[in-house]
């Protein structure tokens, strides 16, 4: 997830024109969805990527990553926290509206690789308020934007974390692994 130095990762509006993103930075998320086959999302998000990736590959002007994403995108199995949207009509797409912490349990529990998300705060604050992150990646740009939707909400208590690892990229951006503890 972007987030900006004081921790938002949207602006007000929803406003994401401030996050850096390069071909470096495209590469190494690379990496980070060859050990993935879910994608988890919220709704918002999850029709945003949907409007984009199926076809972005196919553009005759479809950059590597769009390319590489995009076939990524198309195969990995999906998952959209909703309570408005209905699996019917959507290609390997599983919308789960209640009971969130089984539901999300009952998966990771399945042989597979990792679940990811991107993006989708609402999603992660609600992930994150059951106790089901097990690890963050966070990408923190140089820029302070003073208001807007924050990185952590509704934490109602200690989450102590572990650094596992960081990266620099030449725009600026700091990656941040962390592990929750007790994992």
């Given amino acids: 997830m972007h987030a900006s130095l ?13 996050i850096n993103v390069d071909e470096t930075i495209f ?13 988890l999302y919220g709704r918002v998000t999850y029709e945003m990527m949907q409007s984009y990736w199926p076809k972005a590959g196919e553009k005759p002007n479809a950059s590597k990553h769009d390319k590489e994403h995009s076939a990524w995108y198309n195969k990995v199995s999906k998952i959209v926290l909703s309570k408005t949207l209905s699996e019917k009509g959507l290609d390997r797409t599983r919308v789960i509206g209640d009971h969130l912490a089984d539901n999300i349990n009952q998966i990771k529990k399945q042989d597979g690789k990792n679940i990811v998300i991107f993006g989708s705060p609402s999603a992660s604050h609600s992930l994150l308020s059951q106790g089901l992150i097990d690890e963050f990646w966070l ?11 924050p990185l952590f909400k509704g934490v109602t208590e200690t989450t102590k974390l572990k650094l596992l690892e960081t990266k620099t990229f030449s725009c600026g951006v700091i990656a941040l692994h962390y592990e929750t503890k007790g994992k």
């Fill in 6 to 18: 004081d921790g938002f990762v949207a602006g007000p509006k929803g406003e994401m024109n401030w």
């Fill in 27 to 39: 590469d190494f998320v690379g990496t980070m969805t060859d050990k993935s086959d879910t994608a």
């Fill in 139 to 149: 990408f923190v740009n140089p820029v302070l934007l003073g208001q807007g939707i």
